[in-house]
């Protein structure tokens, strides 16, 4: 999983239907999709509440790839063990979300997971260089966490593109969740991410019943994304 650099396609099933979530994962994986994305969220570090580790561990039988969960809770430290029994594969924890990230780090992977670390569009990424050697994963929060359907925030290609030169050859994925489209896909890939999160952008047009568009959604966000490296 780590350090291939092609194009991944991770929709979040925040843009699903919440009734059918194990048909919904297999039905995103039989159409073509790499991962599956987690949106974790507590109704505290953000205005929102969405699954915890029982969703995910009901969900888990029904995805054969990797399970990338995205916590956007605090604190986060009491949840980290409870989300890699559930079998995430991939565990993303918020720079902003707790005063020792390095701890956080350390626990996440103490506990068998990929160590991903999340920052919104508002931090900068000079406290990222001093984690490095603690992650797997820096995931670009394009929109500010919460909700999904927002509109992408254009001034992050730039943090995208300063955090690709600071990784350097290290085998860190650069993953992007917010607003991801055919058209802003490109705009990220170019700037150096190679994991894309997108919801409604995925799921738009089709259904469990008709997967179809699932499909199509994702290959042209992965074409699009591709045509720009």
């Known amino acids: ?22 048909a919904e994962c297999a039905a995103i994986e039989a159409q073509g999709c790499d991962w599956v994305h987690v949106d974790v969220m507590d109704g505290h570090f953000v205005p929102n509440i969405t699954f915890g580790p029982a969703t995910c561990a009901a969900i888990r039988p029904h995805i054969k790839g990797v399970m990338d969960v995205h916590l956007m809770v605090a604190p986060v430290d009491p949840y980290i063990e409870a989300f890699a029994q559930a079998g995430a594969d991939v565990i993303s924890a918020h ?41 797997d994963l820096v995931c670009v929060m394009t929109v500010n966490p919460g909700f999904g359907g927002q509109k992408f925030i254009h001034s992050q290609i730039e943090k995208v593109r300063r955090l690709r030169e600071m990784i350097g050859d290290r085998p860190i994925h650069i993953e992007i969740d917010g607003g991801v489209t ?48």
């Open 182 to 229: 055919v058209e802003t896909a490109p705009l990220v890939a170019a700037a150096g991410a190679d994991v894309l999160v997108a919801g409604s952008a995925v799921f738009k047009g089709g259904s469990v019943s008709n997967p179809g568009p699932y499909g199509d959604n994702i290959r042209a966000i992965r074409a699009a994304a591709e045509a720009a490296r």
């Open 1 to 22: 999983m780590i350090a291939d650099r092609r194009i991944k396609i991770a929709p979040s099933i925040l843009a699903a239907d919440f009734a059918n979530f194990g």
């Open 95 to 135: 720079l902003e979300a707790g005063p020792h990230i390095h701890r956080t780090l350390q626990a996440i992977r103490g506990a068998g997971a990929k160590a991903g670390l999340a920052i919104n569009p508002g931090t900068g990424i000079e406290d990222v260089r001093y984690l490095l050697d603690m992650v």
